[in-house]
């Protein structure tokens, strides 16, 4: 069964971190660019940051640019991302997804993507 599978997730007050997991099932996650997104009930799913096959590349959206780190381990068949100096607005369930294995560059759009995860809560709150 093809599948990402997000963890990692949970509460932590303002100003802290969590590195979330994601982990790829019956497929080899080295060939496929890879993006975190996250969404708020009510609201338009967000993408925060994408890598590419090989990790070379990486992109980030605003709001987390400086603060979040994508990183992968292709031996360990994972992606992570690091969250750093959370602020209670980066609450959301935060989810992983894969692009196409044709596409090679990164991209922040959810319509991007085809293959998600079931997501992960993470919520900062004192």
């Known amino acids: 069964q093809l599948q990402l599978v997000e963890s990692g997730g949970g509460l932590v007050q303002p100003g802290g971190s969590l590195r979330l997991s994601c982990a790829a099932s019956?497929?080899?996650?080295?060939?496929?660019?890879i993006g975190w997104f996250r969404q708020v009930p009510g609201k338009e799913r967000e993408g925060l940051s994408c890598?590419?096959?090989?990790?070379?590349?990486?992109n980030y959206a605003d709001s987390v640019k400086g603060r979040f780190t994508i990183s992968r381990d292709n031996a360990k068949n994972t992606v992570y991302l690091q969250m750093n100096s959370l602020k209670p607005e980066d609450s959301a369930v935060y989810y992983c997804?894969?692009?196409?294995?044709?596409?090679?560059?990164?991209?922040?759009?959810?319509?991007?993507?085809?293959?998600w995860g079931q997501g992960t809560q993470v919520t900062v709150s004192s």
């Open positions: 019956g497929f080899t996650l080295d060939n496929y660019v």
């Open positions: 890598i590419s096959k090989r990790g070379d590349s990486t």
């Open positions: 997804a894969r692009r196409l294995s044709f596409f090679s560059q990164c991209a922040l759009s959810p319509t991007a993507f085809t293959t």
